[in-house]
């Protein structure tokens, strides 16, 4: 199944092609497009990630034609 990603910029972006889609295998969750990202352990936490723009969850299904979004932490001064 192809999923549109907008990967945070600390991903393994060289797994997308040229128009941001990843092919993962049916019934992969979200975990599982963290870890063909390579995005670390520790930055996980602090990740917001939206499936077709709704807050989602590491064991949530992923289905043909999804949409997956990062958010990381905002820094002001």
């Not at 063909?36 to 936490?45: A, E, F, S, V, W």
Request: charged share 25%.
């Amino acid at each position: 199944m192809r999923i549109k990603v907008y990967a945070p910029m600390f991903g393994d972006t060289e797994r997308l092609d040229d128009n941001g889609f990843l092919e993962l295998p049916e019934g992969a969750m979200l975990r599982d497009l963290y870890k063909k990202l390579k995005i670390p352990l520790l930055l996980r936490n602090s990740l917001v990630c939206m499936v077709n723009y709704e807050p989602g969850k590491a064991g949530q299904k992923l289905v043909d034609g999804d949409t997956v979004s990062f958010i990381g932490p905002l820094f002001g001064g």
